[in-house]
């Protein structure tokens, strides 16, 4: 992982609250997100696991677990080429950031190219 691509976790980590774990293995690449819930009147923010499991090898497809610790429930999305770890972080933080937008504004979770 490029020392820009950690600095660009730890940023985002700071601005939106939102803890990520990257692993980059050889032949898989995980990203586990716990992105806050949107309870204005609690304390504290309770947070919503989700993981993104993909590879060198999967031609940009992308394996989703929306809640991993109390579901099996997972789907799968194009999120076309990606050449690099680095890509893969791109990628997995923009849909992150679009989910917590959707939650914050009390929306249904988005579920990026997925929803028919």
């Known amino acids: 992982m490029k020392e820009s691509t950690t600095e660009l976790l730890k940023k985002f980590e700071r601005d939106y609250e939102v803890y990520v774990d990257a692993t980059d293995a050889l032949t898989y690449w995980i990203i586990h997100a716990r992105i806050p819930k949107s309870h ?12 993104y499991v993909s590879g060198p090898n999967q031609d940009g497809n992308v394996l989703i677990l929306p809640d991993p610790a109390i579901s099996d429930a997972y789907l799968v999305e194009s999120w076309g080429k990606m050449e690099s770890f680095d890509d893969f972080v791109k990628k997995a933080l923009a849909s992150i950031l ?15 190219s997925s929803c028919g």
């Open 40 to 51: 204005e009147e609690e304390l504290h923010h309770l947070h919503k696991g989700k993981k």
């Open 98 to 112: 679009s989910d917590k937008n959707a939650a914050d504004a009390g929306e249904e979770e988005a579920c990026g």
